[in-house]
Nanobody, 125 residues
Framework: QVQLVESGGGLVQTGGSLRLSCAAS????????MGWFRQAPGKEREFVAS????????DYADSVKGRFFISRDNAKKTVALQMNSLKSEDTAVYYC??????????????????WGQGTQVTVSS
């Protein structure tokens, strides 16, 4: 049974930092492209960042580029999202996702096969 479990969310002030982590189990981790998405109240789930199977390639949404950094540890089966210079508009539930099929990185929600339960990030001013 595949499980993705996020942690590290919480309340932070504008300009602060948080590090999210996602622990994967029940899958061959190195076979999966990993992604982070977020969903704010009343909005659709949106792409944040993704990382290739080896960790050698990454992709970021324009809104977080230069502030957020995705990384993975294949030995530990974890993927992390370091979030810096947080803004109020970053407030959302953040989801970890795994994609087996795609050859390259993807920003599409529909491409991802497995999802975590989400972790809340709240940025207050």
């Amino acid at each position: 049974q595949v499980q993705l479990v996020e942690s590290g969310g919480g309340l932070v002030q504008t300009g602060g930092s948080l590090r999210l982590s996602c622990a994967a189990s029940g899958l061959t981790f190195t076979s999966y492209v990993m992604g982070w998405f977020r969903q704010a109240p009343g909005k659709e789930r949106e792409f944040v960042a993704s990382i290739s199977r080896s960790g050698g390639r990454t992709d970021y949404a324009d809104s977080v580029k230069g502030r957020f950094f995705i990384s993975r540890d294949n030995a530990k089966k974890t993927v992390a999202l370091q979030m810096n210079s947080l803004k109020s508009e970053d407030t959302a539930v953040y989801y970890c996702a795994a994609d087996l099929k795609i050859l390259n990185l993807s920003r599409r929600v529909s491409d991802y096969d497995y999802w975590g339960q989400g972790t809340q990030v709240t940025v207050s001013s």
